[in-house]
């Protein structure tokens, strides 16, 4: 069964105010999707991808406006995204203020991520886009400018990223992009990203009541656990796994961090599945191992490395327990096999 992606109703429900007050009407949307005023108001209700979806194609067409995504980000008020866009205020540091947005994002939005970089003196903040279709330019720029302005906000500074990039191509007017950003801007890029000064992260938040930071991150934690546990969770697991292993087995509670979870939360979403992190890095470190066998074009020191083994004999032995061979020998069979053909 596909993933059913869904968004916080909070997020439709602007959207919707904003289409009043600008005289646009999108009745015949929430009939289509089954979706009523009420149902948006409720207390910790969420909606389907695809209204949020259809809300974001239809309103810039409707109401003729070009910059849509870059003005409705200006127009979002404090307070839209709930416990998030208060815990993000009080949080000690920008740093801090991005990095707990990422970790909960998905009390917003099931179906992207943010990942942040640092590369020297620059920081790379970059959103990645896992559902269904490709986003429209007005959700990506969108995206970006709230991330840029709700940090200059709660900075209380006017600061000015090094460079922004969309994925998508350039408009033919950008001197919106430009009024906004005041950076070089680059379109038909891979990653919609913001790139910025490191540091900035360090920047304290004028806004900030250190006694409020803590309790509500503790209350984001608790509003993600309750979510449903996706069906690509595992998927995940994996692919966090799979990013980390060169530098050695990655430890499981930044992993759980990297995915917005305590190391209690990860590791009981685990066992609900039926699998530990163990047997998944196991799992993964053996599909690698006999990919790289079966193409034959690396060394067995070489795969050992990049599987993060710390010495060719722990591969050995590991490769022995996952196959009851050794690496050569299963390497010799597989090509007496190929010969034999």
Known sequence: ??????????????????????????????????????????????????????????????????????RLAQRLPHGTYDVLDHMMSHAPCLGDCYRGFMRYQRLIHDAGSFSMEEQGSVVRLMHIWRGPGVL????????????????????????????VYFQHARPDDIREHQRMFRAPLHFGHPITELRFERHLLDRRLP????????????FARLLLEQLPVQEQFLDQ???????????????????????????RSFFRRLQEQGTSYQRLVDDV???????HLQEGKLSLSEIAFLLGFSEVSTFHRAFRRWTGQRPAEYRRALAGSLDAR
Do not use: C
Not at 207 to 217: E, H, M, R
Not at 285 to 291: I, S, V
């Open 207 to 218: 806004v900030a009541d250190p006694t409020l930071g803590p309790v509500l991150d503790r």
């Open 1 to 70: 069964m596909p993933q059913r992606f869904t968004v916080t109703a909070l997020v439709p429900l602007f959207l919707v105010q904003v289409a009043a007050k600008i005289g646009v009407d999108v009745s015949d949307l929430l009939a289509r999707y089954g979706v009523d005023a009420e149902q948006l108001r409720a207390p910790d209700s969420r909606v389907p991808h695809e209204f949020l979806a259809a809300l974001w194609e239809e309103l810039p067409r409707r109401s003729g406006d070009e910059a849509f995504g870059l």
């Open 237 to 263: 697991v994996r692919r966090a796994i799979l990013q980390n292993l060169s530098t050695g087995i990655p430890e499981a509670e930044p992993l759980a961090r990297q995915l917005g979870l305590s190391k």
């Open 285 to 291: 470190r053996r599909k690698l191992t006999l990919h």
């Open 136 to 163: 429209s330019r007005h959700i990506n720029e969108f995206i970006l400018a709230s991330l840029l302005l709700r940090g200059r906000a709660y900075l209380r500074e006017e600061w000015v990223p090094l460079e």
